[in-house]
T-cell receptor, first 116, second 115 residues
Framework: EAGVTQFPSHSVIEKGQTVTLRCDPI?????LYWYRRVMGKEIKFLLHFVKESKQDESGMPNNRFLAERTGGTYSTLKVQPAELEDSGVYFCASSLADRASYNEQFFGPGTRLTVL | GENVEQHPSTLSVQEGDSAVIKCTYS??????FPWYKQELGKGPQLIIDIRSNVGEKKDQRIAVTLNKTAKHFSLHITETQPEDSAVYFC??????????????FGKGTHLIIQP
């Protein structure tokens, strides 16, 4: 079974440019999460989709970040315009649907974003 | 929201010795505590988790203990091997209770196994 995949693996852009990250969750996983790790710090939750609906976007830093999950399959995270502090590794994770208890979140390899 | 503190930030042990990483959490309603291992160039991978209805769980050389009264949980790795070298993260749900919420992570522990 294929795991969570993310594209690209690395992205280097200049301040003010736009970048779009993509995540393909494990097939059949209704829950999809975006996280970010800034160097040396904790992995921070950004948002959570259940199918195509945003369940919780309380971790999104500001309105320069836009996440979508059209059709409830893959998801994109767009940063526009990018700022220096947006640099970090962006992880996507997915899990099976179960509102009663926690299921394992499977993480992708991450996209390393560098804003110059 | 939940606050998770993790210590130490770096831990160096001799191969074959044991390693212990500790985390504390703030929300007494939290009931799910996973531990993730992240190797270089890869995403975090779940290695063990514990739910609040048990105090300890073991899986071969790895164990997790939970003290709900003190609101802390620990990862224990025995007979450490070179492949145990990685960054380890503890986590907890942000608002306690069940469900599929995003996780709140500790800052990570860089475990170094010395040959």
């Amino acid at each position: 079974e294929a795991g969570v995949t993310q594209f690209p693996s690395h992205s280097v852009i200049e301040k003010g440019q736009t970048v779009t990250l993509r995540c393909d969750p494990i097939s059949g996983h209704d829950n999809l999460y975006w996280y970010r790790r800034v160097m040396g710090k904790e992995i921070k939750f950004l948002l959570h989709f259940v199918k195509e609906s945003k369940q919780d976007e309380s971790g999104m830093p500001n309105n320069r970040f836009l996440a979508e999950r059209t059709g409830g399959t893959y998801s994109t995270l767009k940063v526009q315009p990018a700022e220096l502090e947006d640099s970090g590794v962006y992880f996507c994770a997915s899990s099976l649907a179960d509102r009663a208890s926690y299921n394992e979140q499977f993480f992708g390899p991450g996209t390393r974003l560098t804003v110059l | 929201g939940e606050n998770v503190e993790q210590h130490p930030s770096t831990l160096s042990v001799q191969e074959g010795d044991s390693a212990v990483i500790k985390c504390t959490y703030s929300d007494s309603a939290s009931n799910y505590f996973p531990w993730y291992k992240q190797e270089l160039g890869k995403g975090p991978q779940l290695i063990i988790d514990i739910r609040s209805n048990v105090g300890e769980k073991k899986d071969q050389r790895i164990a997790v203990t939970l003290n709900k009264t003190a609101k802390h949980f620990s990862l224990h790795i025995t007979e450490t091997q070179p492949e145990d070298s990685a960054v380890y993260f503890c986590a907890a749900p942000p608002r306690g209770g069940g469900g599929a919420d995003g996780l709140t992570f500790g800052k990570g522990t860089h475990l170094i196994i010395q040959p």
